[in-house]
Antibody, heavy 119, light 112 residues
């Protein structure tokens, strides 16, 4: 069974840093791109970042470029999102999601982890 | 970036009746490989999104056949033939033809 489990969310002050983790299981982790997508509570979905299987290709949304860094450790079946210079507008549930070449998009999502940026 | 526009933003429907959601993209979603990477997601209250339909019209594993997708180019539609109570939630279209991935604003399906 494909599973994605996010962790690391919490309350951070503006300007602070935090690292989110996304642990995958039930599939050949290194063969898949992984995305981070966020959702402000009660609002829609917004794509944040994507990393390919061997971390040779990485892209970011303009809103987080220069502040967030995505990385992966395939030996641990885990993708990370390191976030710096956090702002109130970064407050959201952060989901990691697996991308599938077969389905031409994201096929499985994690349960999400909530980041709150507030003083 | 490709802009995805959904209508309506809210859809009150009667149980057992059909529902339809439209999604329009600001440019064609036909990829250079000939595929159209348009998916539909369902998000039930308090749950993460779930893939319903991929590449316009293909139902993902376990998705009931009352869900169907259609369209081409820049105009796409998700239809539910007979709405069930468990269909309540938000529905999003998303394109994967061009980076970055972009989502529609979401359509809230609720029971009258």
């Amino acid at each position: 069974e494909v599973q994605l489990v996010e962790s690391g969310g919490g309350l951070v002050q503006p300007g602070g840093s935090l690292r989110l983790s996304c642990a995958g299981s039930g599939f050949s982790f290194s063969n898949y791109w992984i995305h981070w997508v966020r959702q402000v509570p009660g609002k829609g979905l917004a794509w944040v970042s994507r990393i390919n299987g061997d971390a040779s290709s990485i892209i970011y949304a303009d809103s987080v470029k220069g502040r967030f860094t995505i990385s992966r450790d395939n030996a641990k079946n885990t993708v990370y999102l390191q976030m710096h210079s956090l702002r109130a507008e970064d407050t959201a549930v952060y989901y990691c999601a697996r991308d599938s070449k077969v389905y031409g998009g994201v096929d499985y999502w994690g349960q999400g982890t909530l980041l709150t940026v507030s003083s | 970036d490709i802009v995805m526009t959904q209508t309506p933003l809210s859809s009150p429907v009667t149980l057992g009746q059909p529902a339809s959601i439209s999604c329009r993209s600001s440019q064609s979603l036909v990829h250079s490989d000939g595929n159209t990477y348009l998916s539909w997601l369902q998000q039930r209250p308090g749950q993460p999104p779930r893939l319903l339909i991929y590449k316009i019209s293909n139902r993902f594993s376990g998705v009931p056949d009352r869900f169907s997708g259609s369209g081409a180019g820049t105009d796409f539609t998700l239809k539910i033939s007979r709405v069930e109570p468990e269909d309540v939630g938000n529905y999003y279209c998303v394109q994967a033809t061009q980076s970055p991935r972009t989502f529609g604003q979401g359509t809230k399906l609720e029971i009258k």
